[in-house]
């Protein structure tokens, strides 16, 4: 089979597009798509001081190598790496040595902000906790939350302006069907290649690079370009509802190809439309931390309450 593109020897098939590519064709593909949804949807300006959140993970270890040559182009710009350890046993070791190597090599500034020394319990501290509530919220909940706040408030700290994370086409239209099967349109809104658009001095715009890519994709582009990542997995186990969302999703795929890209469609559209014709609600801010919130407490200062960390 040759490529459709080159007429060299084709290593790789797409299967919503019918095309077979070679591994160069691959690469100059997956990296149009990315500037593209850097472009279209104004993720970045010259003058962005840019944190990946690099968990040493393939996803955010793609996007570090990608914004890192974007970087090297745009002389005014400026990028590090924070990377969170959460305090998970040996996955975290792990997955942090990665990380740290891949900073290393690449020459960007690397920064390590610990759940343990933050909030004063480990995210396998919390989980022990977390039995004896009462109706204790899945891991990836707490997990979520906490590193969210600390990336937030560490970035800030920094004088960062965009945080990048490796969130990729997959997780974007998994959270998307929750969303909708939750009925909490929202939270669609909130959603985007931006996330969180409100304007506000505490909170840094959040950017997604890989949202328009496939995670089968990022994997095979990690492979072609070499990049090293930590393949092990969180030792936790993904929210149920999720993995039930993921597992209907690729098999929707499987049998009619390109229903992925087509869900990022819908799902954008759906976006625009709740953006212009709902106004947002009411929004105040945090008692405790101050940070905006639609209630008394943000989420990260009432999972702190919930576990005496307050
Ligand atoms: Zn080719
Ligand atoms: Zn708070």
Known sequence: MKCARCNKRA??????????????????????????????????KPTDKTAVALSGGKDSTVVLHILNDLHKRAPRSELIAISIDQGMGKFQEKS???????????????????????????????????????????????????????????????????IATGHNLDDEIQSSLMNFIRGDLDRIAR????????????????????????????????????????????????????????????????RHPGSKFQILKSTDRLISILRSETRPGEIGRCRICGDLTSGDLCKACQIKREFGLD
């Open 96 to 162: 942090l040595n990665a990380a740290k190597a891949i900073c290393k090599k690449l020459g960007v500034k690397q920064y390590v902000y610990s759940f343990g020394e933050e909030f004063g319990l480990t995210m396998d501290e919390i989980v022990e906790r977390s039995k004896r509530l009462k109706n204790p919220a899945p891991a990836c909940s707490y997990c979520g939350v906490l590193r969210r706040k600390l990336l937030n408030d560490k970035a800030r700290e920094l004088g960062i302006t965009k």
């Open 191 to 254: 959603m985007g290649a931006i996330a969180g658009v409100i304007k506000n001095e505490k909170f840094i715009p959040r950017i997604k690079p890989l949202r328009e890519c496939p995670e089968e994709e990022v994997r095979v582009y990690a492979g072609l370009k070499r990049i090293e990542f930590e393949t092990s997995r969180c030792p936790y186990s993904e929210d149920a509802f999720r993995r039930t969302i993921r597992e209907v999703i690729d098999r929707i795929e499987e």
């Open 11 to 44: 290593e790789i098939e797409l299967k919503y597009s019918g095309e077979f590519l070679c591994g160069n064709c691959f690469i100059r593909l997956f990296e149009k798509r990315v500037r593209r949804n850097i472009r279209s949807n104004r993720l970045l």
